[in-house]
């Protein structure tokens, strides 16, 4: 988090003033230069992201703990005054796109919504807000991300009464045999292996009615190898191909279908993201 941190500064204020202040013909090397940089910068933190997670391995500990730990430790060295002021700028401007696609695909304030994954509430804070009172649940294995977003949001979603839990495994046991009538989950499948992505398809269906509703975002991109429906790009990146996705289920007892054309005009999705809406059969 720490260089996390002294990057967004960087990015935010010197690096551009620095650029600005040199001749034109120094400023293209500076910006290779500072490219070079954020390059080793980022494999140097995923070097020590490997050998923290082969630690957590080594003492019998799963991927989720190590993953939530880790966001855990970004989440709370993250608030100094800087970072809060652009945490609440760029929380507050985002999500509302989520809610637009699940409105497109037919959730009206009535209906009940579960957010796998709510992060920092960036969409949460949109799904509370639009639904009926007591209406929204969301889970997070990070408790800090969580006390991120309630300590920005809070006085605007606490009287909807929403539910946050921190889970530390994928069985959707902590939610008591509650079924919903939409899910949601964007950006958190890509950060999760082939066995735990498994696991959370097998298990959904807990909270799931005959007309449930479980939209989510995978990552594929163009380049996968042919026969390729899945690779690990680093140590907390995973593309899924929709073809892995219909392996599940059908072993599973699902229909899966590719809506993405749900995310037709909605910038903040990356061009590589894919929606698929999975529901029993």
């Known amino acids: 988090m720490a260089n996390k941190s002294l990057r967004r500064r960087l990015e935010a204020g010197l690096a551009p003033s620095l650029k600005a202040a040199l001749p034109a013909p120094l400023q293209w090397p500076f910006r290779m230069l500072w490219r070079l940089t954020n390059r080793v910068l980022n494999e140097w933190s995923d070097v020590a992201l490997y050998l923290s997670l082969a630690w957590y391995r080594l003492l019998g500990r799963p991927y989720i703990k190590w993953y939530a730990d880790t966001l855990d430790r970004w989440a709370a060295a993250g608030r100094d005054e800087d970072c809060v002021k652009w945490r609440r700028a760029h929380l507050a401007d985002s999500g509302q796109e989520d809610l637009a696609i699940l409105v497109a695909a037919g959730m009206k304030p009535h209906h009940t919504l579960h957010e796998f994954g709510v992060g920092q ?96 975002t995978h990552d594929e991109p163009d380049h996968l190898p042919p026969g390729w429906t899945h690779a690990r790009m680093d140590s907390r990146n995973f593309w899924y191909s929709l073809a892995f996705f219909r392996d599940l289920a059908t072993k599973y007892g699902y229909a899966v279908d590719n809506v993405t054309e749900l995310l037709d005009d909605k910038p903040s999705f990356r061009s590589y993201f894919r929606l698929a809406k999975l529901m029993l059969k």
């Open 121 to 216: 509430l960036r969409s949460a804070k949109w799904f509370i807000q639009y639904l009926d009172k007591g209406n929204f649940s969301g889970n997070d294995s990070s408790r800090e991300r969580i006390k991120n977003g309630t300590d920005i949001f809070g006085p605007e979603i606490e009287p909807k009464a929403p539910t946050l839990i921190v889970n530390e495994d994928n069985t959707f046991d902590w939610l008591n045999g509650k079924k919903v009538d939409y899910i949601w989950c964007h950006a958190v499948i890509g950060h999760m292996p082939k066995q735990d992505v498994e696991d959370l398809i097998r298990d959904v269906r807990k909270i799931m009615h005959k007309d449930t509703v479980f939209l989510f």
